[in-house]
Nanobody, 113 residues
Framework: QVQLVEAGGGLVQPGGSLRLSCAVS????????MGWYRQAPGKQREWVAT???????SYADSVEGRFPISRDNAKNTVYLQMNSLKPEDTAVYYC???????WGQGTQVTVSS
């Protein structure tokens, strides 16, 4: 059974940090590029960052330098470290196994004072 389970969302003040994690079924994790996406209220889902199985990373301009993505192949987990958070980062964040097209259930991140 394919599983992608996100965790780590919550409420944080502007300028704060959160780390999201996504635990993935081994059979999917090892062979897939993993990505993070987000969807703000009333907006379309947008790409945030990706990391290949070899560790190469790509970022949306809006998060470049603030949201490093990483993966732990021993734990079958992908992370999104979110730093210097802004109110406009408020969204539901989803992880995705890119090649297979599988999504997690999402985790809410709210940036507000």
């Amino acid at each position: 059974q394919v599983q992608l389970v996100e965790a780590g969302g919550g409420l944080v003040q502007p300028g704060g940090s959160l780390r999201l994690s996504c635990a993935v079924s081994q059979s999917i994790f090892r062979s897939n590029t993993m990505g993070w996406y987000r969807q703000a209220p009333g907006k379309q889902r947008e790409w945030v960052a990706t990391i290949t199985r070899y560790g190469s990373t790509s970022y949306a301009d809006s998060v470049e330098g603030r949201f490093p993505i990483s993966r732990d192949n021993a734990k079958n987990t992908v992370y999104l470290q979110m730093n210097s958070l802004k109110p406009e980062d408020t969204a539901v964040y989803y992880c995705k196994a890119i090649q297979r097209g599988y999504w997690g259930q999402g985790t809410q991140v709210t940036v507000s004072s």
